[in-house]
Nanobody, 122 residues
Framework: QVQLVESGGGLVQAGGSLRLSCAAS????????MGWFRQAPGKEREFVAA????????YYADSVKGRFTISRDNAKKTVYLQMNSLRPEDTAVYYC???????????????WGQGTQVTVSS
């Protein structure tokens, strides 16, 4: 079992930056692929970024490519999402997720955090 807790969300001006963190508990964190997803009010949850268990492979939604960076520190059992050049359309609740297989862009992750709100003002 893996428990995930996101932090780092908040209110930021367009063009600004935020760094989200997801702290994980569990004995097998280093074997899990990790992903970030987001959901805006009235919208479906969507993929944002994912990273392989060892951090050698990363994947991004086209909408955030070049602006967001996913990374992980397996020693700290933490995954990060560095968000730069934020836009109002990035406003959403951001969730981290974990799965024991390879990283994917789908919603088929086994464990989910509670989410953290990111609001980008214009």
């Amino acid at each position: 079992q893996v428990q995930l807790v996101e932090s780092g969300g908040g209110l930021v001006q367009a063009g600004g930056s935020l760094r989200l963190s997801c702290a994980a508990s569990g004995r097998t964190f280093s074997s899990y692929a990790m992903g970030w997803f987001r959901q805006a009010p009235g919208k479906e949850r969507e993929f944002v970024a994912a990273i392989s268990s060892r951090g050698f492979s990363t994947y991004y939604a086209d909408s955030v490519k070049g602006r967001f960076t996913i990374s992980r520190d397996n020693a700290k059992k933490t995954v990060y999402l560095q968000m730069n050049s934020l836009r109002p359309e990035d406003t959403a609740v951001y969730y981290c997720a974990a799965k024991p297989l390879g990283a994917t862009m789908g919603l088929n992750y086994d464990y989910w955090g509670q989410g953290t709100q990111v609001t980008v003002s214009s």
